[in-house]
């Protein structure tokens, strides 16, 4: 069974909306006799089979929950739900003939993906890191996910967790770099009761809290020297002692770690253990930078406008696609979160255009017209 169904009856956006899907390593077919959970379809299809009830009956045929529709004819993105949410229906407004760079067509394809979890993606080099992470969640290993800071590598970590027979156990992340060193230790192990002054409840600890399933540690690289020994006990013997106690506890868990560093220089410097990186780095993963894989840009921006819009969904304009795919992104997709938030409090109407993307804000930041009337 297929996670998506496209039926391409009338449906001119269909091979864009396939190719944008599998681009992103979705689960998606064309094939009439497909079972899938999720049918799509256009509002001419729709009207072909008679309406709802035809609708209806095509997608529980196929096995689907979940329907959308979607209406070319729209002139604004639109997006209602009808049957509790089970059917959603897709003002599909004109866009650029390049999928890659259709403002509506992106938004309606993580629409159609978001549901099934995985990374964004569109570009070819992000595509071949989903299919390599796919083949390490097959198996137990150890992963390390090396890469720029704001580049995905929780995300990535994350789709090892999904895509791994632990999904169903807990995910539990921990930033090495967030948590000051006197607290990091009984965070990650635990405490008993009266094991240090404020300790006046047992505390089982986050390695502990992913009995089963997967533990991140984030920025590990920031992880002070004396615990990474402790670290690495709890690696090889799969047991944890919590503080002020002496009985172990095992634990059942997969490891995946991350840094921004150059861990061998790390190594090199004395300030991480070679052992511990060498029982962490057993399958090395690594992240690019947004610049190296230009051709992402619009869909996460899609993806974004999504996650911080309300009811109306402003789309991008091929220029805003244009002039996002041209910026270096020195601060990678957390500032491209930016520069999306920016352009929703620039843009006027229905569309974000390229004169909505303010790529170099600074503070205090404010129109020509508005600076003299304040003089």
């Given amino acids: ?20 899907l599998k681009r992103r390593r979705a689960k998606v077919s064309n094939a009439a006799d497909t079972k899938a959970t999720t049918y799509v379809a256009s509002a001419a299809a729709e009207a072909e089979m008679g309406g709802q009830r035809g609708i209806v009956e095509a997608a529980k045929t196929a096995g689907a929950k979940r329907v959308i529709i979607v209406d070319e004819a729209a002139t604004e993105l639109t997006i209602t739900e009808e049957l509790g949410g089970r059917m959603i229906r897709f003002g599909l407004p004109a866009g650029s003939t390049d999928a890659l760079r259709n403002g509506p067509v992106l938004m309606l394809s993580d629409l159609i ?10 570009d070819a080099k992000t595509g071949a890191l989903i299919d390599m992470t796919a ?21 990535l970590a994350r789709t090892v967790h999904d895509h791994s027979s632990r999904a169903d156990k807990p995910f539990v992340a921990i930033n090495c770099a967030a ?4 607290m990091l230790e009984a965070i990650l192990f635990g405490y008993e009761k009266g094991s240090f002054t404020g ?37 090889q013997e799969k047991k944890v002692t919590p503080l002020g106690s002496q009985n172990e506890c095992a634990v059942d868990i997969r490891v ?27 399958f090395p993963l690594a992240t690019q930078s947004l610049a190296e894989r230009a051709q992402d840009i619009p869909a996460l921006a899609a993806a974004l406008l999504r996650r911080h819009c309300g009811d ?21 997709v957390r500032e491209l979160e930016n520069v999306i938030q920016r352009a929703l409090v620039l843009h006027d109407g229905v569309q974000i255009t390229g004169a909505d993307i303010m790529l170099n804000g600074r503070p205090g930041l ?10």
């Fill in 1 to 20: 069974m297929t996670d998506i169904l496209i039926n391409e009856t009338a449906f001119i956006a269909a091979t864009g909306l396939i190719e944008l």
């Fill in 113 to 122: 993906a978001a549901p099934y979890g995985g990374m964004v993606a569109a």
């Fill in 135 to 155: 083949r390490v969640a097959r198996t137990d290993v150890t992963v390390f996910i090396n890469g720029p800071t704001g580049s995905g590598k929780e995300v």
């Fill in 179 to 182: 948590i000051p060193e006197n």
């Fill in 199 to 235: 300790a006046s409840t047992a505390n089982k600890g986050i390695v502990r809290a992913a009995d089963g399933g997967t533990l991140l540690l984030d920025e590990i690289s920031e992880m002070p020297l004396g615990l990474q020994a402790k670290l690495l006990r709890v690696l």
């Fill in 256 to 282: 995946i770690a991350t840094s921004n560093r150059d861990m061998a220089e790390a190594v090199q410097a004395g300030t991480f253990r070679e052992d511990l990186y060498y029982r962490l780095n057993v």
């Fill in 312 to 332: 109306t969904l402003p789309v991008l304009t091929e220029e805003a696609c244009d002039v996002l795919m041209a910026h270096s992104w020195p601060g990678n």
């Fill in 366 to 375: 404010m129109p020509a017209p508005m600076m003299a009337e304040a003089a």
